[in-house]
């Protein structure tokens, strides 16, 4: 059996159910999928009392004195990643950085193998990045019962936390969800980012939601109840509160037979100024990162009184924050 045939064994379908403890406390985060609006708002409301002015010193607590953190990237990472550092750190946690390319995992170790050595090192929650489907929810059914799993971003599956900073973000700037049409433009078949911002946005009673992508990266439409499925961009952002462009995952993509070239893509699908005049006034611009700049998003308009781009980085702090803390609440509960 392959590795994935393994994990798509393991019980995929039912990580929502598995990220709470026996008394209904979140304790691993796995997926948005299974949580209520009541246990989003909370993580959210927790997020904000993690900010500070800027300029001012950064928000610090000993909520996690004590506790061990493994930060386990599989794939590249630049926000998740030194947020979740910063996060566990400004908790008062211990930090572990496994450095996996230079990790035993290169000699051929097993994920569950390197987890049951760091678990025996007294890691007490591992945030794990992935490009294997299935992978948070396999280590979670197989660590110590007191041990949590954070999913740092699973293939083009998942991505909890920043689908929560995305949810946060809008929320800051818009004040509700149900008023609000937002658009996501871009590679949504392949985007992680995508499938959670859907997730957290369905759950909490968005207005329309709109999907924009060319038609070789549209998704499989079951993968996003709810949401309208369309391919030109000027349908997809006119009137639109919120606007999300997300870059192509050439990552995860084959071939890339039918998939426009920079040109043609900016051309169609790049959010720019002048676009951006078909949505609402008010409207605000969100990319979760990495940018490609003149590719999915014209670079001025990143930069725009539009853009809530370095919000979305701020609050992902303040959202690992959170996640972290509100976990390890539960543990202290059993
Ligand atoms: N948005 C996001 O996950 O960015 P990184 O890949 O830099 O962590």
């Not at 392959?2 to 985060?29: C, K, N, P, W, Y």
């Not at 008062?92 to 051929?108: I, P």
């Not at 280590?139 to 689908?163: F, K, W």
């Not at 509700?176 to 997730?199: K, M, P, Q, W, Y």
């Amino acid at each position: 059996m392959s590795v994935t045939e393994l994990f798509e064994t393991s019980g995929v379908a039912d990580d929502a159910d598995l990220q709470f403890s026996a008394d209904g406390h979140l304790r691993h985060l796995l997926t948005l999928r299974g949580l209520n609006r009541r246990q989003i708002t909370d993580l959210l409301d927790r997020a904000e009392t993690f900010l500070s002015r800027p300029g001012q010193a950064a928000v610090r607590s000993q909520a996690l004195k004590g506790v061990t953190v493994g930060n386990l990237f599989f794939e590249p990472s630049t926000r998740t990643r030194a947020s979740f550092e910063l996060a566990a750190t400004r908790l008062g946690a211990d930090l572990l950085n496994l450095d996996v390319n230079t990790s035993a995992r290169k000699k051929g170790e097993s994920i569950l193998d390197t987890i049951y050595t760091l678990q025996a090192m007294q890691i007490d929650v591992f945030v794990i990045r992935d490009a294997s489907a299935g992978v948070p929810a396999y280590i979670a059914r197989n660590v110590n019962d007191y041990v949590m799993i954070l999913n740092a971003g699973e293939a083009s599956v998942s991505h909890p936390t920043q689908g929560l900073l995305d949810l946060m973000t809008i929320r800051q700037h818009k004040g509700n969800f149900e008023d609000l049409t937002v658009a996501i433009v871009g590679d949504i078949a392949h985007s992680r980012v995508a499938r959670s911002a859907s997730e957290g946005l369905m759950i909490m009673g968005v207005g329309e939601l709109r999907l924009i992508s060319p038609e070789a990266l549209a998704p499989d439409p079951d993968d996003f109840p709810g949401a309208s499925i369309l391919h030109r961009l000027k349908e997809g952002i006119r009137g639109a509160d919120v606007v999300m462009a997300l870059r192509i995952q050439r990552e995860r993509i084959g071939s890339l037979d039918g998939i426009p070239g920079i040109d043609e893509y900016f051309a169609n699908f790049g959010i720019s100024h002048e676009r951006m005049k078909l949505a609402a006034a008010d409207a605000i611009v969100m990319h979760p990162g990495p940018m490609n700049r003149g590719i999915e998003i014209e670079s001025s308009l990143a930069d725009s009184q539009c853009s809530v781009i370095t919000d979305q980085v701020t609050n992902g702090v303040a959202i690992r924050m959170a996640v972290l803390s509100t976990v390890v609440e539960t543990m202290e509960r059993q």
